[in-house]
């Protein structure tokens, strides 16, 4: 049943625990698919940058998230916004960028430490 707003509601009005289940597991499904997107698009950016694989590209993402103790959805938002000219990366995670980055380009030319994907 849905109420005057579009939203659904339990019979009554009355607020039933299995809806409530069902608001959150939608809102946590459409938080995964921004985040996916989010990820794909500075997944892009890396292998666009450093010529490595989409693996490699998402290995990178996931070590500039742990260097910075960030989330790694809130990382790839960072670096698809700086990558848009929106932003700059903070200073933390732009030494954390180039570093990973550097090391990805160096693994996808055949050189330095091997990535899965470059």
Not at 59 to 84: F, G, M, Y
């Amino acid at each position: 049943m849905r109420d005057d707003g579009g939203a659904l509601s339990s019979p009554g009005g009355l607020s039933d625990p299995e809806d409530d289940g069902l608001r959150q597991e939608i809102l946590h499904l459409r938080t995964a698919l921004e985040s996916r997107d989010v990820i794909g698009q500075a997944k892009g950016v890396v292998r666009m940058l450093t010529g490595c694989g989409t693996s490699a590209a998402f290995e990178v993402l996931a070590a500039i998230s742990q260097d910075s103790n960030r989330k790694l959805r809130d990382i790839a938002a960072l670096i698809a916004d700086s990558a848009a000219a929106r932003t700059p990366l903070p200073a933390e995670v732009s030494s954390s960028w180039k570093s990973h980055t550097a090391a990805a380009t160096a693994a996808a030319a055949g050189g330095g430490e091997s990535l899965p994907g470059c």
